[in-house]
Structure formats: C-alpha cells, structure tokens
C-alpha cells in the first residue's frame, strides 16, 4: 500500500488539496513528525501564506533536513507554491530567512508597474522542455509535462506576489513558464519525480485535478536528483517574451447569504442592497436557492472563483454557529476554484463572552476551505484609524494581521459605497468626480461615501481614501460593489471603477449592475478591471456564466474555457 503523506505546517487552506486527493479516491497521511517524511512513499507539501513563515515553520518542526532528503532521493514530490519557492535559495519576501537551496536561484516580486500585484488569477504555461526524440520508445509517448497532467491548452489559477525569473541558468528544472505582463517566470519545475507548480492545481478546476491524478498514479520508484538525465535526452525550447500575456478576465458568481424568515439559510438578492420581496404579502427575504446547490452549478457553469457573503453578520451568532463555516466546509469539497467569504470577519465575542480576533474567525474560515477572506465594515473602521494616524499603518488592524499571517492575497476589501452628489466640488473635502450622469438637481460632480454594516450607515470617508489606506495596510485585492447600480441591470458604475483603478495597484473586481453580457466586455475594457462579478443574472438564469465568457473571447479578452 503506497503511503501517500501531506505535509502541512498549518498556515492556511490544505482542505482543497485534500478534498481533491480525496474526490480522486485517495487519502492522505499528515506528517506528525520528520520521520513519517523519510518513510513516506510520496509527499505532496502545498505551501501557503509566506516564504519566511513556511520556512520556519519547517524548522521549528524539524523537518527541514528530512524534506531534503525526501526531495534529493528522487521519490515523488509535488509542492505547490510556496511549497516551490522553498526549494530555491531565498526569497524577497523574507530576505534574511534561507530556502531549502536544492535549487539555484532567488525568489523575486513582480513589479507593479505595467500590471497588478499579486498575480492573481488564471494563466497558461509553456513548455519549457521536452524528451528528446532520441529517447522515444513508444510511438506516441507521453511528453514531460503531459506525464504530470498537464495540458498546455488550459489555464491554472495562480495567487502569489513572488516568482522566480525565468533564466536559462535553471533551464534544466524549469518544465513551463508563464508570462505575467511583461515578466516570465517558472510555473513550474520538474526532474524526475520532482514535480512543483506556482499555480495551485487544486483550485485550477478539472485542469488541475488531471495533475493530482497524475501525481497519485505514479508508481513508486526513485529517481536520484542528483543523476541528471543522459545528454540529448531533453531538449530545451527558446521562450520568447510575447507582445501579450494570456492572463484571463476572471468571472466571479457571488452569493449574498442569510436566513429568511423561517430560519432557513438562503442565497438572496437585494436591489440596491434591499433583499426584501415588497411584491408579496409577507415581504420575506427573496430565495433565490441554497447556498452549495447554488455554487456547485456555478463551477460546473464555468465561474472562475465564488464569493459568498454573510450579509447578516452584524449579528451576534457564537462563532461555532456562524453559518458559513458549514457552507465552506461543504463546497470545498466538490468545488475546485477560489473560494471567497465575507461578513463578519472581524473581532467577535460570543454570548458567554469568549472573545475571538478577527485573525482567529478568518483562520477558521481558512480552515474551512475559503481561500480568501474579504473584510467590509472593519476595513472602514481601520481606513478611519490610518487617515486619523496621518496615514501612517496601525499595525493592530485585521487586515494587517490576516496579511501577515495568510498573504496579502488572502485579503479582499469589499467596499459597499454611494453616491453623493455635489453642485461644486468645493462643496466637500471629498475625492470629488465630474460625472455624466448629473444627480437630481443637476449637480455635474459626484463622490462615493463609503458605508458599513450592508449600506445602513454612511461614514465620512469616500471610496478613494478607503481603498488607498487598504492597499497600504495590506490588502490583496478590491471587491468593488456599488449600492445605486446593485440589482439594476443597468451595467456596471464605470466612472466609480475607472477611478478607483486608477488610484491602486492590487486587483479590482467590478461588482453591481450587470445585466447583459456586453457590461462585462465595457467595463474590462474602459477600465481595465481584472475581474468582473455578478449576482442577479446568474442566479435568476437571465444570462449563463458560458455567454459572458464566450462573449468575453469574442471581444478578445482571454478567458478560461472549460474543459469538455
Ligand atoms: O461588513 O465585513 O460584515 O461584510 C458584509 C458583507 O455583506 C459586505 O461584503 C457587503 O457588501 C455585504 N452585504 C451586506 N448587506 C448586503 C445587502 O445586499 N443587503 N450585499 C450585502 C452586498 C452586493 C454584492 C452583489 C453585487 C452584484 N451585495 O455582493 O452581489 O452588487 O449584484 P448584481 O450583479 O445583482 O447587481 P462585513
């Protein structure tokens, strides 16, 4: 019996990766100690959070000779991520912590000058290397990156900051590169039955579930890293900088979650942030389905992540009670792409007075299988606190911690603002706009207060300063909704998304309004958003998640097709 061992030093999400191990008829040991590591028959090490955390963590638990010595014997390995960066000799992300130095060569962040950062979305792979004729036995053998699953057809979801630079001085480990803008990098490593990806298989749909296969269908031999394959045996192809990358527009299904009146958990609809039916008689929340049904049609329809939002979560409920905890557990493990959960991830304390930081309730959710956590009222508060500070970090805000703990790419801000007309824009000290859309008495300028607790309070902070102080706290990636275009139809605020993309370098999602496919074609291409999300018209099956895509390639914005 093949033992197949997971090593987690327990700093984020692992439950997809076992979940897809297990939907493939697998199970996996956990490494208690460094011995399991040198008895084990393969070992699957899916890094998270960041490169000094991971390498400590792999100190302090002693396991960091024994992972060598796995790695150097040749028996099958497969890191991803972080679980690849270690192997090379440092990182930028933690300058003073050494890697695992198998591999020649440094860990860097992209720049963010001609792109956003993270690198956080689907992307191609190119392949680097391949057998050399000469070696071909059979008459149709499987190539090097189709022996690990791979389909240079298909694109995998990638979440980090950092990479290694793509040289021809580790030609011979880099089995596919990617571009990112205008830099390339290793997506992934391979020599014998060393095998790791920067990209995250796990959450790389039915595409990456074809590498685990792979994986756990190797048979059991070594391959001594050491013992380099005969001269001629690989060829090693030229990967020239492409005038374009092939990052893909992300379509993202979002489910706004609570319970109706009955006490049953729903996914619901607001138009402009009411969820309430007004046409009936009882005026009870609007079902619109359950949360799991829900999402698992919309990973089978193509969405390429799901957000769900606790839009109650102002609420009191005990912390083992919060409903989405059940939700998460349950879809991570039929669905294979990013899993986002917002409302409430702040500090709660339980009816009996525990207390709980909002690091502990985001770990949790983590835990649960959520790949990210997004952050609403709280990241108000804190955006608050650093204008207060002269714009100076505070260092105590659940962004910051969350960041540090689990990545900057863990954190989304989610940010619920409306508009504000003004006559002139000496009329505020607000970020003001000139809009062609003039408000109700012909006011020509405009700005966007942001709100808390699901749009029932307006604070004094507009959306410009709340998304620069995230950004500067920490925060991966803007979740950017708008309470006069939510439910409408009526397409996406672009004069709110294009400034707001402006002012920032993370990622931004474009949220509210959309209501025919070509709102998603517009607002990428007036704005430059990197994903686009929608509510309504998927969930009332107005326009599938297949139509926005195919229209989204038509209008030459790469996507991620499905595969058949
Ligand atoms: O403040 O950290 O506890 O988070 C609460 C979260 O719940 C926030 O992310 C907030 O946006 C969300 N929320 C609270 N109340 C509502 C509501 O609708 N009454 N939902 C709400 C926000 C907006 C989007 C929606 C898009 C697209 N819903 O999530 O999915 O507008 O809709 P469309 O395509 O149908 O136009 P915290």
């Known amino acids: 019996m093949t033992e197949i061992y997971l090593l987690d030093y327990g700093a984020g999400n692992v439950r997809s990766v076992v979940n897809a191990v297990s939907q493939l008829g697998y199970t996996l040991k956990e490494v208690q100690k460094p011995e399991d590591i040198l008895k084990a028959d393969k070992i699957l090490f899916p890094g998270v959070g960041a490169f000094g955390q991971a390498m400590e963590a792999l100190e302090r638990k002693g396991y960091t000779e024994a992972l060598k010595a796995f790695v150097k014997s040749g028996k099958p390995f497969m890191g991803i991520c972080v679980g690849m ?29 001609d792109k956003s950062v993270p690198h956080m979305g689907w992307n191609r792979l190119l392949i680097a290397k391949e057998q050399s004729l000469i070696q071909h036995t059979a008459p149709h053998p499987k190539s090097l990156a189709q022996q690990q699953g ?5 694109v995998y ?42 990209f995250h298989p796990e959450k790389s749909g039915p595409a990456g579930l074809a590498l685990f296969r792979a994986f756990l269908e190797r048979p059991v031999t070594t391959l001594p890293l050491g013992e380099h394959p005969p001269v001629g045996s690989v060829v090693y192809r030229d990967i020239p900088l492409s005038p374009r990358d092939y990052f893909t527009t992300r379509v993202v299904a979002c489910l706004d979650v609570r319970a109706n009146d009955r006490g049953d958990l729903v996914v619901t609809k607001g138009d402009q942030y009411d969820v309430r039916d007004r046409e009936t008689a009882d005026g009870d929340v609007r079902n619109l389905g359950k949360p799991v049904e829900l999402a698992e049609r919309y990973y089978r329809e193509g969405a390429d992540e799901i957000t769900f939002l606790n839009i109650t979560s102002f609420r009191n ?15 991570s493990r039929t669905i294979f792409v990013p899993l986002t959960v917002g409302g409430g991830i702040r500090n709660i304390t339980d009816p009996d007075g525990r207390s709980y930081s909002a690091l502990e309730v985001a770990g949790e959710y983590f835990r649960s299988g959520a790949d990210k956590i997004s952050i609403g009222s709280d990241a108000v508060y804190a955006a608050e606190a650093y204008w207060q500070n002269q714009g100076r970090k505070l260092g105590n805000t659940a962004i910051e911690s969350i960041a540090k703990a689990y990545g900057a790419q863990a954190v989304v801000i989610s940010v619920d603002p409306r508009r504000v007309y003004v006559a ?8 003001v706009l000139e809009t062609k859309f003039p408000g109700p008495n012909g006011e020509r300028y405009c700005w966007y207060q942001c709100t808390v607790k699901g749009g029932r309070e307006g604070r004094d902070i507009d959306v410009h300063q709340l998304v620069t102080a995230c950004e500067d706290l920490g925060a991966g990636e803007i979740l950017l909704n708008c ?25 931004v999602i474009a949220s509210s309004g959309a209501g025919r ?21 998927f969930h009332r099956k107005e326009v599938p998640i297949s139509q926005v895509k195919d229209h989204l390639d038509q209008s030459g914005f790469p996507i991620r097709h499905m595969v058949p």
Not at 150 to 154: A, E, L
Request: aromatic letters at 8%; hydrophobic letters at 35%; glycine letters at 6%.
């Open 483 to 507: 309470m006069d275009r939510d439910g409408t139809n009526s397409g996406y605020d672009l004069e709110l998304i294009a400034d707001v993309k402006r002012a920032i370098t993370i990622p």
């Open 150 to 154: 791979i389909d240079h057809t298909q």
């Open 424 to 431: 002139d824009p000496s009329d505020t000290l607000h970020h």
């Open 517 to 537: 496919v070509e709102h998603f074609s517009e607002v990428v291409r007036k704005t430059g958003v990197e994903a686009t999300l929608a509510a309504g018209i």
């Open 157 to 198: 979801y990638f979440v980090h900051s950092y990479a290694v630079p793509y040289s021809p001085a580790q030609q011979q480990w880099t089995l596919t590169v990617t571009q990112y803008g205008n830099e390339q990098f290793i997506s992934s490593v391979q020599l014998g039955n060393m095998f790791c990806t920067q």
């Open 317 to 331: 409920i005990p912390m083992q009670d919060l409903p989405m905890l059940k939700v998460l557990q349950e879809a």
């Open 85 to 113: 960066q270690v192997l090379f000799e440092g990182s930028d992300e933690s300058p003073e912590t050494p890697g695992l130095g198998i591999i020649k060569g440094r860990v860097q962040r992209f720049t963010n000058t």
